[in-house]
């Protein structure tokens, strides 16, 4: 089962705290990005893994969709989401992407932002979306780049000023569990190598059309820290097609 970190009450309270958390998808450094990969979603179903305070779920009825189910292992999360982000066409359910059941072509588009790190064995998380996929659904998830999770403590080396020398990679063939801290938590993540991540999507059926690593917008670059994301890629964004034979 995935960690879940965001129901510890200190976490959650530095998390809400953070700008995507508070302005929703317009702060988060990935969205200008993210938003142009979606696929038309009128009148299609969606399934949001790792939901977090919903907004993918509310853009997706916004967008038109008819029906959406946003999945979510923390409470603290999936409560913020029912009341931050509710919609007459939403379900909100406090359910982690490993323990959902992926009934077969069921969803037109399955979305995931910043969660997959979170899971030990991605490649049976991308079967059992294929499998839930309808014919030509969409896969569309963003997740920490593999640079970034096999960063040593997921941290710069600084010079004896603080300033950020370079960003330290090890251990980048050797996948697992990666303890990093962060918003004054210990964290626990799964690093994935590239080969894992995309050769775990084409020997499941999927068809890659979009791979982008995430670069800030200029418009964000005044906020401290963010020149430096310039330095080494953070977010890996992937839309696949589940392209599937026609049974006979």
């Given at each position: 089962?995935?960690?879940?970190?965001?129901?510890?009450?200190?976490?959650?309270?530095?998390?809400?705290?953070?700008?995507?958390?508070?302005?929703?998808?317009?702060?988060?450094?990935?969205?200008?990005?993210?938003?142009?990969?979606?696929?038309?979603?009128?009148?299609?179903?969606?399934?949001?893994?790792?939901?977090?305070?919903?907004?993918?779920?509310?853009?997706?009825?916004?967008?038109?969709?008819?029906?959406?189910?946003?999945?979510?292992?923390?409470?603290?999360?999936?409560?913020?989401?029912?009341?931050?982000?509710?919609?007459?066409?939403?379900?909100?359910?406090?359910?982690?992407?490993?323990?959902?059941?992926?009934?077969?072509?069921?969803?037109?588009?399955?979305?995931?932002?910043?969660?997959?790190?979170?899971?030990?064995?991605?490649?049976?998380?991308?079967?059992?979306?294929?499998?839930?996929?309808?014919?030509?659904?969409?896969?569309?998830?963003?997740?920490?780049?593999?640079?970034?999770?096999?960063?040593?403590?997921?941290?710069?080396?600084?010079?004896?000023?603080?300033?950020?020398?370079?960003?330290?990679?090890?251990?980048?063939?050797?996948?697992?569990?990666?303890?990093?801290?962060?918003?004054?938590?210990?964290?626990?993540?799964?690093?994935?190598?590239?080969?894992?991540?995309?050769?775990?999507?084409?020997?499941?059926?999927?068809?890659?059309?979009?791979?982008?690593?995430?670069?800030?917008?200029?418009?964000?670059?005044?906020?401290?820290?963010f020149k430096d994301?310039?330095?080494?890629?953070?977010m890996l964004l992937?839309?696949?097609?589940?392209?599937?034979?026609?049974?006979?």
């Amino acid at each position: 089962m995935m960690n879940n970190e965001y129901d510890n009450k200190k976490f959650f309270e530095e998390y809400s705290k953070m700008p995507r958390s508070k302005y929703g998808l317009s702060s988060a450094g990935e969205w200008h990005q993210l938003k142009p990969l979606f696929p038309s979603l009128d009148g299609k179903n969606v399934l949001d893994l790792g939901c977090g305070y919903g907004w993918h779920c509310k853009f997706a009825e916004e967008q038109g969709a008819t029906r959406i189910l946003g999945l979510d292992l923390s409470h603290k999360m999936i409560e913020a989401a029912k009341t931050r982000n509710a919609g007459e066409k939403i379900e909100y359910r406090v359910c982690g992407i490993d323990e959902y059941e992926y009934p077969e072509n069921t969803w037109d588009c399955v979305v995931s932002n910043l969660a997959l790190h979170y899971i030990e064995n991605v490649e049976l998380i991308f079967q059992k979306v294929y499998r839930t996929l309808k014919q030509d659904g969409i896969l569309l998830f963003n997740i920490e780049h593999p640079v970034f999770t096999a960063g040593v403590e997921q941290d710069w080396i600084y010079s004896d000023e603080g300033i950020p020398k370079y960003w330290p990679v090890d251990d980048y063939f050797m996948p697992g569990e990666r303890h990093t801290h962060f918003l004054g938590c210990n964290v626990v993540k799964q690093h994935h190598t590239l080969t894992q991540i995309l050769m775990g999507l084409l020997n499941n059926g999927f068809e890659l059309k979009v791979i982008e690593e995430v670069k800030p917008p200029q418009e964000m670059m005044c906020i401290p820290g963010f020149k430096d994301e310039l330095r080494r890629p953070m977010m890996l964004l992937v839309k696949a097609i589940a392209k599937k034979r026609q049974k006979r």
